[in-house]
């Protein structure tokens, strides 16, 4: 089976194929926004970058969110997670806190998906 790397660089790629599987880098966002903020645009990058590998939402299988302050944060990450997925297309999934990339950083995302 051939592996296709998508938005690669020296370190890592955005998201990785395989057979028919979708593995994305965590994504995390460009801007200082809050929790809200930050997921809506993570989420957005996610979609992209499914959308580049031949996926999308409703193909999630595993998902795992990496906050900051997971009680700080939790309620408004969980809330646009929510109304993101497509009703009865919820992945598995795992939330946790951690330290992140950067101070300004309060959500990571990374998915793995099934190919359209």
């Known amino acids: 089976m051939t592996i296709t790397r998508i ?4 370190r890592l790629s955005g998201a990785v194929t395989f057979g ?8 995390v966002p ?3 926004l809050d929790a809200t903020g930050q997921t809506h645009e993570v989420l957005a ?3 992209a970058l499914l959308a580049e590998a031949g996926s999308d939402k409703d193909h ?3 998902a795992t969110i990496y906050l900051k302050d ?5 309620a408004a990450m969980n809330e ?4 993101w997925l497509s009703p009865g297309q919820a ?6 806190q951690a330290e992140l990339a950067r101070p300004q950083v309060l959500v990571e995302i990374t998915v793995i998906a099934a190919r359209r």
């Open 7 to 10: 938005n690669s660089n020296s």
């Open 91 to 96: 992945p598995s999934r795992t939330t946790l």
């Open 80 to 83: 646009v997670w929510s109304a």
């Open 70 to 74: 997971i009680e700080q944060d939790f």
């Open 45 to 47: 990058k996610i979609d």
């Open 60 to 62: 999630l299988v595993n």
């Open 30 to 32: 460009d801007d200082s």
């Open 20 to 27: 028919e599987l979708v593995f994305l880098s965590g994504q």
